[in-house]
């Protein structure tokens, strides 16, 4: 944030950057790779801020963490999930548990302001399986797990739609399984509109 007297007043300057938070339960143990996917993210064009949680943060905390300073204009989720189910904080499986992703109203900016949800499946109406595997390219990941399944009213599909109506902004999750490390969405995905977009005007002036 940068202010600047421009006559006679104060024009305060917000800075727009993309967010990127990380599960690190995503990784299991394995926290240089953690690390190391976090350094891949900080590279990426544009300002970015890239931040790691675990189990102890909730969602209160996340959100604040990511306006702090900043507007945004991409937030980016990166855990894991299935059909409904979010391991972010404590575990999102529920509209009610979304409510804190309001702290996030008009804080989004840009041409194409959203919140991604680089997670497996959250949006099927079905769970998936990948038989065991921890491990998969991008060529054989439809081979390797079950797709998932989309449906209309949904479990999956309230989920993120609930995050898109408390966060203001236009929600993306996919239906089948994701490579976290791989840019983008594996397979098909759904977008939520949200009930009411909240995003920031600018400039400010005090």
Request: positive net charge.
């Amino acid at each position: 944030m940068v202010t600047e007297r421009v006559g006679g007043q104060y024009q305060v300057e917000i800075i727009m950057r993309n967010v990127h938070v990380i599960d690190q339960r995503l990784f299991g143990n394995d926290r240089t790779a953690c690390d190391s996917f976090c350094r891949t993210l900080e590279r990426l064009p544009g300002t970015n801020l890239v931040f790691q949680v675990n189990a102890g943060w909730s969602v209160h905390r996340i959100c604040d963490r990511a306006r702090r300073g900043s507007v945004i204009g991409v937030l980016r989720i990166y855990c894991h999930g299935n059909a409904g189910w979010m391991q972010l904080a404590g575990g999102l499986s529920q509209p009610m548990q979304t409510r804190d992703f309001q702290l996030l109203r008009g804080y989004w900016a840009g041409g194409h302001p959203r919140l991604e949800i680089q997670a497996c499946a959250v949006a099927s109406s079905a769970p998936i399986d990948c038989h065991g595997r921890t491990r998969a390219t991008v060529q054989d990941l439809p081979q390797v797990c079950t797709p998932g399944v989309s449906a209309p009213n949904s479990a999956g599909q309230r989920l993120v739609q609930s995050i898109a109506d408390n966060a203001g902004v236009m929600t993306v999750a996919a239906l089948n399984a994701q490579l976290p490390t791989v840019q983008g969405y594996e397979g098909p995905v759904i977008y939520c509109r949200p009930a009411r977009y909240y995003l920031f005007h600018s400039p400010l002036t005090i």
